[in-house]
């Protein structure tokens, strides 16, 4: 039995594809199409999946798509019919979309499917779940637990905005919700856009930034806009927002409480930018805290799975795990929109046609998150042949050896191997890594590399065996979502060093003896490294291990600013040729940037929007 899940048409399109169950691939349109947050209809990653599971679409059982867009729509008219007549112009501008196109998704859908496979009537076949039943499936399902609690939020749905859930072999249950307007998601994005960036993107940059601040206006956020009970539930007073009815998150009477109009995004960054970020993300954590320790004392359910944009929160996670409440805490490696199409596809699976789940024997199914396409060693070489690379072959001793010394001698290697991974971290398949004992290294990656904002900190990738050695952490983190310090004994006395120093400048003082991943903080969002799914990235970090003592790489994502995740090899030589990185190992081939025909360089400096 082939089960398709889709998501679509608001933000990170995606498609995931099951075997009875098992999932086969997953992956994001954006990676395919090239367009950051793609939001069409996933025609190429759909395409993959039945590639890589080798069916057609008429294979496929059933469709189940990640929302449900008539209670999305219900909820649009509702809230502006109880703002009216504020909002009319926002209004004014959503009903003809949503008139044309949203409110019939399933008549769209159906023709979707129906120009890749003509001879199915696909209405019979289409499947919708809930928003953050979608989630909470996504969560709970690929999870190693056979009984857990489940916790899932974002901005929102179609109602709801936060969610609790009890999953119990092959059923999920959800017990309590909160409904927008109030919304911890769309709390933390009105911070996001009034401190200057975009989004359902520029969170990660406030998670970033927020180290470089002190919590200064987080009785503020309490006092004024939002009511958070001891349980965990909470309500925003709306007057100082504008996204209910408006073309921006927050409005003047936001701007007033915090002493200034939104900063422009090229405006510079000041100690205010930086402590009204530390601000959100001290309440963000707070909020979560007081869910997850109310839920776990109401349900006594010990294993907490999370997912929902903020479970991407991973400072607010390292903190919910070294809490202490739960034995063992899972998040859902694609936890935002992306992993809505897993998520409706196990809810079909599991839920609609009752199937059983396999017996999790500690292991859970997301395989490492490495579901995306992969490339044969011939097909590597005659595509990088036919974009004009000059590279050599080694075998596999041979080019772990090298990458490896390669990384002892300060170069920065983009390393393409095996299957792409799902979600928005990449996890040593689409990599740039760099040694971490640089001091040098987080700018150079960040200015020369990703073409981003300096104070964003890059992750390290540990050996699981080692991680307790070097990190406050001795649990499994494969997916980068959880935050942990620096062991004490690899921590550097910076007290004098930075003293006087002012935000990013403060990066100038190394904090630890792996200072390129070590934020102000003395933290790092760590991933550990396990031989079982990813042997040869564990076989590279092994090497530069024996070579340097420090069982550490620096692992960012294969991209500059602003563009997806690189997913074929011409994608990956474009982005060697694009920057100032040193060389590139794909497959079993070595590309030297020096060595590269100079014809070929391109500017990728302003290549893309700012992300």
């Known amino acids: 039995m082939y089960t398709l899940g889709l998501s679509a048409y608001y933000h990170d399109s995606a498609a ?37 599971a080798g069916i057609t679409l008429a294979q496929v059982d059933q469709v189940a798509f990640y929302d449900k867009p008539f209670l999305k729509f219900e909820r649009l008219l509702e809230t502006y019919h ?36 003509p001879g199915v009537k696909w209405i019979d076949r289409l499947l919708f779940s809930e928003h953050h039943l979608s989630h909470a499936a996504s969560a709970f399902f690929p999870s190693p637990f056979d009984e857990a609690l489940v916790l899932t939020m974002d901005g929102v749905g179609e109602w709801t905005t936060t969610s609790a859930a009890i999953g119990r072999g092959n059923s999920l249950e959800i017990v309590k919700e909160i409904h927008f307007p ?30 470089y601040g ?72 707070e909020a979560v805290l007081r869910m997850t ?53 196990l809810a079909a699976h599991h839920l609609y046609m009752d199937q059983p789940r396999q017996a999790r024997q500690g292991q859970d199914s997301m395989k490492g998150a490495y579901l995306g396409p992969v490339f044969a060693q011939a097909d590597i070489e005659a595509r990088l042949t036919a974009a004009g690379a000059k590279f050599s072959v080694l075998p596999d001793a041979g080019l772990i050896e090298r990458t490896a010394s390669l990384l002892a001698s300060e170069n920065v290697i983009g390393w393409f191997q095996g299957r792409m991974e799902f979600g928005p971290r990449a996890l040593g398949g689409r990599s ?14 960040n200015l020369k590399i990703k073409y981003r904002e300096s104070f964003r900190p890059f992750a390290p990738s540990v050996l699981r065996e080692h991680v307790a050695e070097w990190f406050d952490l001795d649990q499994d983190s494969p997916y980068m979502l959880m935050v942990a310090d620096v062991a004490h004994q690899h921590r550097l006395d910076a007290a004098g060093a930075d003293k006087g120093l002012f935000g990013v400048e403060k990066l100038k003082v190394p904090r630890s003896t792996i200072p390129a991943v070590t934020h102000v903080d003395y933290s790092a969002r760590i991933q550990t490294v396990h031989a079982d799914t990813n ?67 391109l500017d990728y400096k302003n290549a893309f929007d700012l992300d």
């Not at 359902?200 to 406030?206: C, D, L, Q, R, T």
């Open 535 to 601: 042997p040869r990235y564990h076989a590279l970090i092994s090497s530069f291990y024996d070579k340097t003592g420090c069982p550490v790489l620096i692992n960012t994502s294969f991209n500059v600013r602003g563009e997806p995740i690189v997913c074929t090899p011409e994608d990956a030589f474009r982005c060697l040729m694009g920057t100032e990185m040193d060389a590139l190992v794909i497959g079993n081939c070595v590309l030297m940037k020096d060595g590269q025909d100079p014809a070929l360089r």
């Open 182 to 211: 109030h919304s911890l998601g769309l709390l933390y994005s009105a911070f996001t856009y009034y401190l200057g960036f975009k989004v359902n993107s520029g969170e990660y940059k406030v998670m970033g930034l927020a180290p």
């Open 82 to 117: 109880a703002f009216a007549p504020r909002g009319f112009k926002s209004f004014r501008m959503a009903m003809p979309l949503w008139l044309r196109e949203k409110l019939f998704q399933k008549d769209l859908l159906a023709k979707e499917l129906k120009q890749l496979e």
């Open 432 to 445: 740039i890594l760099g040694d971490p004992r640089s001091p040098k290294m987080q700018s150079v990656l």
């Open 16 to 52: 995931a594809l099951l075997k009875d169950g098992d999932i086969v691939a997953a992956a994001q349109e954006e990676r395919f199409s090239r367009k950051k947050h793609d939001a069409r209809f996933p025609v190429h990653a759909l395409n993959y999946c039945l590639a890589e």
């Open 214 to 285: 002190e919590p200064k206006y987080a009785q503020t956020i309490l006092d004024h806009l939002v009511d958070l009970k001891p349980d965990g539930s909470y309500r925003l007073d709306q007057s100082y927002f504008d996204y209910c009815t408006g073309l921006t998150m927050t409005n003047a009477k936001f701007a007033a409480l915090f002493g200034a109009p939104p900063r422009k995004p090229e405006d510079p960054l000041t100690q205010r930018e930086m402590d009204l970020a530390a601000s959100v993300q001290a309440v963000t954590e």
């Open 293 to 345: 320790r109310a839920l776990r004392e109401e349900t006594g359910i010990e294993n907490l799975c999370l997912a929902g944009g903020v479970a991407l929160n991973c400072v607010a996670n390292g903190k919910v795990l070294r809490d202490g409440k739960f034995k063992q805490v899972w998040v859902q490696p694609a936890a935002g929109d992306a992993g809505g199409a897993l998520g409706a596809a």
